[in-house]
């Protein structure tokens, strides 16, 4: 029962282009939620996070929007950088402050 | 501050051997976590403490799993015994209440044979 899913194992975009990664959650309890990046032989980071009252957070190149009612979380990076090519995870956290992981969408930005 | 500290960073065992798998939290942290990366499942929660107890061990796979948290600075995941599907990348992390962003671990491969 995979509570988070990002239903996208893979994305390419063109440099300079809008990167737009998506996640889908099924329990209406979540009260945060988090992206974190990772690259090879590395550990996760945090990337960019929004509580479950707003509906938009924005930190520079990254934002992240929130649609409760569609239980749905995305992603938008731009401009695209070939840094930025990892792979995203979503994450949502329960009230008992316990992290749910997705699958993983690896980015691949092309210069 | 060092970040979380795991080791090793890479096993290789065979089959039917136990693993040990440790894991330094950040000082301060009060929430410990342990996950596997797979392919198929992403990263997947095995386990969690908070203050050294375990909250929550729905995650961990099979009674070959085991984890302890003796002190607020030291933590282990055993596996006894070990199999080839038991192959991954386990990380480790810790947060502190509140702060709402878990610090992630340079990872241990575990490769069974």
């Known amino acids: 029962d995979q509570q988070v899913k990002q239903n996208s194992p893979s994305l390419s975009v063109q440099e300079g282009r809008i990167s737009i990664l998506n996640c889908d959650y099924t329990?209406?309890?979540?009260?945060?939620f988090l992206w974190y990046k990772k690259y090879p032989a590395e550990g996760p980071t945090f990337l960019i996070s929004?509580?479950?009252?707003?509906d938009k957070n924005e930190d520079g190149r990254f934002t992240v929007f929130l649609n409760k009612s569609a239980k749905h979380l995305s992603l938008h990076i731009v401009p695209s950088q070939p840094g930025d090519s990892a792979v995203y995870f979503c994450?949502?956290?329960?009230?008992?402050?316990?992290?749910?992981f997705g699958t993983g969408t690896r980015l691949k930005v092309l210069a | 501050d060092a970040g979380v500290i795991q080791s090793p960073r890479h096993e290789v065992t065979e089959m039917g051997q136990e693993v040990t798998l440790r894991c330094k939290p950040i000082?301060?942290?009060?929430?410990l976590f342990w996950y596997r990366q797979t392919m198929m499942r992403g990263l997947e929660l095995l386990i969690y403490?908070?203050?050294?107890?375990?909250?929550?061990d729905s995650g961990m796979p099979e009674d070959r799993f085991s984890a302890k948290m003796p002190n607020a600075s030291f933590s282990t995941l055993k596996i006894q015994p070990s199999e080839p599907r038991d192959s991954a990348v386990y990380f480790c992390?810790?947060?502190?209440?509140?702060?709402?962003?878990?610090?992630f671990g340079a990872g241990s491969r575990l490769t069974v044979l």
């Open positions: 403490f908070n203050n050294n107890v375990p909250i929550d």
């Open positions: 992390a810790s947060s502190r209440m509140r702060a709402n962003v878990l610090t």
């Open positions: 929004i509580s479950s009252i707003k």
């Open positions: 994450a949502a956290r329960t009230g008992t402050y316990k992290y749910i």
């Open positions: 329990n209406s309890m979540f009260d945060y």
């Open positions: 000082s301060g942290h009060d929430y």
